[in-house]
């Protein structure tokens, strides 16, 4: 069967096409339409680039997969919303004031559920097709649970035969935590946490509080957290939260008078009895505006840097990874003593977090979906309708590439057309080693683009892990992050657990590790400053030529790895297409640009 996997209408919408079973495409709608996340966006474009890599017509479809199911009850989801708000309501007015948006939340869910009908999601979904200009046969829609399709995500793309598989997000219809087992080809649920108990809500209210944006820059607040771990030991932040997130023998429950439910004069994401409770251990941590984070070379730091918000980031990051630890370990004991552990949802995408489990005792193994967001649940929604169907789907993910390429004879003519001189290279890793073992910044757009928010060797930039200031250069001159931030090594797998302590095997930069501590010169610029380092691990086998890369770099350093951030500006989704990359390297601090067999340098300034 010809399979169409898609999310669309939220963060993150996607496509990919299963061919009996086997995937063949997957990109994110961000990537072609150049706005992060596409928010709300229906994947037109994505689906026209996966029907012409696979050179089918939508007639040639058996059936199209789309990763939400309100068939089976959206007018109950409405009932349990409202009696949610009901529920909480009393408790939510309790602290007083007036509210700036008193019934939003539950205004927005339920207008979420109705834009989620049955039959106003197929009309949307083929009006989307139909406005890309994608003609043929509608193909059948098939509508799947949105946690189930994060858990076939993972476990079918996992290297173990059987796990438990975690399925943590936001919401998805009604449902926010999700514990299934897979094992014989097939996927069993086992137990749900419903909304409101959502750790993506969780995560989200502090996100918004130190004034970055929920469901965007989480990655920042985890980050951040790391800057707290010298005072680790003395910290209070873990137990203070314990009344936003509690665990007990039921299992845990988020409090939505903190997050969602009551007063909110600050954001939409938290509520001002979330306020209350912090400023009332310390009342210097009031919310930080947006507008204050940012970093101005030339005015003060932003406040989150005080040590009194970081040990706060710190107690927010320790307080998820205690609960999802206990969650686990509960779950694994319960249903069957399972050893392996596949995780998928946007909270998976949490490297510290999976760091954390890896590192008890309890599992063997533990596998994430590298598009642990929604765009992976495109690809779970596939698996289920092709499974069904009677098609194999376990297959062990080995790499991630599988968007839009460009061939030398295609690049060739778009020089030209552009007017920029580019010179071929005969041996294009060699080039390229030599420039990054001189300190050069470059840019390498090579074969088809990675899925996922990672850059994985195909639309990165590289720089030497190890030169002076080469974080201060990357974040400043092409990247426009803060400083604070750290960045992440690709290092060449048999060479891996040389440097990072219990790393056999990490090929998606979905996992954190610390360094050993006698190589932390050798990767002082893609450590953070609490020991830890998200590597790539890179093998011949899934990426030969970024291989090859690691290997000539270091037969001119002795050092095997490479720093590897995104190929994007801060804010922007990765580059997808040529025009996209000089875009980026012309209008930063990048020196080299390696494209296919091109390279392009900039003359030297006056």
Request: aromatic share 14%.
């Given at each position: 069967m010809n399979v169409l996997g898609i999310f669309g209408f939220g963060m993150n919408p996607a496509a990919c096409l299963l061919r009996d079973g086997e995937l063949v495409a997957f990109c994110e709608e961000e990537r072609f339409s150049r706005v992060k996340t596409s928010p709300d966006q229906f994947p037109g474009r994505a689906v026209q680039f996966c029907l012409s890599h696979a050179e089918l017509d939508l007639g040639d479809v058996d059936r199209i997969a789309f990763a939400w199911d309100t068939h089976k009850y959206p007018f109950l989801m409405l009932k349990k919303l409202a009696g949610q708000y009901a529920r909480h309501r009393s408790r939510a007015q309790s602290g007083g004031g007036r509210s700036l948006n008193h019934s939003s939340t539950l205004s927005s869910a339920l207008l979420n559920v109705l834009k989620y009908t049955p039959g106003r999601l197929e009309r949307e979904i083929q009006l989307g097709l139909r406005e890309r200009g994608i003609k043929g046969a509608m193909p059948k829609i098939e509508f799947v649970p949105h946690h189930l399709c994060h858990a076939y995500s993972?476990?079918?793309?996992?290297?173990?035969?059987?796990?438990?598989?975690?399925?943590?997000?936001?919401?998805?219809?009604?449902?926010?935590?999700?514990?299934?087992?897979?094992?014989?080809?097939?996927?069993?649920?086992?137990?749900?946490?419903?909304?409101?108990?959502?750790?993506?809500?969780?995560?989200?209210?502090?996100?918004?509080?130190?004034?970055?944006?929920?469901?965007?820059?989480?990655?920042?607040?985890?980050?951040?957290?790391?800057?707290?771990?010298a005072r680790a030991d003395g910290n209070p932040w873990v137990e203070r939260l314990e009344p936003v997130l509690t665990l007990d023998d039921s299992g845990y429950r988020v409090d939505p008078t903190f997050t969602r439910f009551g007063v909110h004069s600050h954001a939409e994401r938290f509520t001002d009895k979330l306020v209350k409770l912090i400023t009332s251990h310390d009342p210097k941590l009031t919310p930080v505006s947006a507008l204050e984070d940012s970093q101005n070379a030339e005015g003060p730091p932003p406040r989150y840097l005080d040590p009194a918000y970081v040990d706060l980031a710190w107690g927010v990051q320790a307080r998820l990874e205690h609960v999802v630890r206990e969650l686990a370990k509960r779950a694994a004991h319960k249903h069957g003593g399972h050893r392996n552990l596949c995780i998928a949802g946007g909270v998976g995408l949490n490297c510290k977090l999976n760091g954390a489990l890896l590192s008890t005792d309890e599992f063997d193994g533990v596998f994430v979906q590298p598009a642990s967001n929604d765009a992976g649940s495109a690809l779970g929604a596939a698996m289920a309708v092709a499974e069904a169907a009677g098609d194999k789907i376990q297959r062990p993910l080995e790499h991630v590439n599988y968007g839009p390429e460009f061939g030398n004879a295609e690049l060739r003519d778009f020089f030209q057309h552009c007017k920029v001189p580019a010179y071929e290279s005969s041996d294009i890793t060699t080039s390229v080693a030599e420039?990054?073992?001189?300190?050069?910044?470059?840019?390498?757009?090579?074969?088809?683009?990675?899925?996922?928010?990672?850059?994985?060797?195909?639309?990165?930039?590289?720089?030497?892990?190890?030169?002076?200031?080469?974080?201060?250069?990357?974040?400043?001159?092409?990247?426009?992050?803060?400083?604070?931030?750290?960045?992440?090594?690709?290092?060449?797998?048999?060479?891996?657990?040389?440097?990072?302590?219990?790393?056999?095997k990490a090929p998606f930069m979905t996992t954190a590790f610390q360094v050993k501590e006698e190589k932390r010169k050798d990767l002082a610029a893609a450590t953070h400053v609490d020991g830890s380092a998200r590597p790539q691990t890179v093998s011949e086998s899934a990426t030969p030529l970024f291989h090859q890369l690691l290997c000539e770099f270091r037969d001119r350093t002795g050092l095997p790895a490479l720093i590897n951030t995104s190929f994007n500006f801060a804010g922007e989704p990765i580059v997808s297409s040529p025009r996209d990359a000089l875009r980026v390297f012309y209008s930063t601090g990048l020196d080299v640009l390696a494209i296919g067999d091109f390279i392009l340098r900039k003359p030297p300034l006056d």
């Open positions: 993972t476990f079918f793309a996992s290297p173990f035969d059987e796990a438990l598989i975690l399925t943590l997000d936001g919401s998805g219809e009604d449902i926010c935590t999700q514990i299934a087992v897979g094992r014989a080809g097939k996927v069993e649920i086992m137990e749900s946490t419903p909304i409101p108990h959502s750790l993506g809500w969780y995560y989200a209210a502090f996100t918004a509080y130190f004034g970055f944006l929920p469901y965007r820059h989480e990655g920042k607040l985890m980050g951040l957290a790391g800057l707290g771990h420039e990054l073992a001189r300190g050069k910044l470059v840019g390498w757009f090579q074969g088809r683009a990675e899925f996922g928010p990672r850059a994985l060797g195909s639309r990165s930039i590289l720089a030497s892990p190890y030169l002076e200031n080469v974080s201060d250069r990357l974040n400043l001159a092409v990247k426009g992050r803060e400083p604070w931030r750290p960045f992440c090594p690709s290092i060449l797998a048999e060479d891996a657990p040389d440097y990072f302590e219990g790393c056999t």
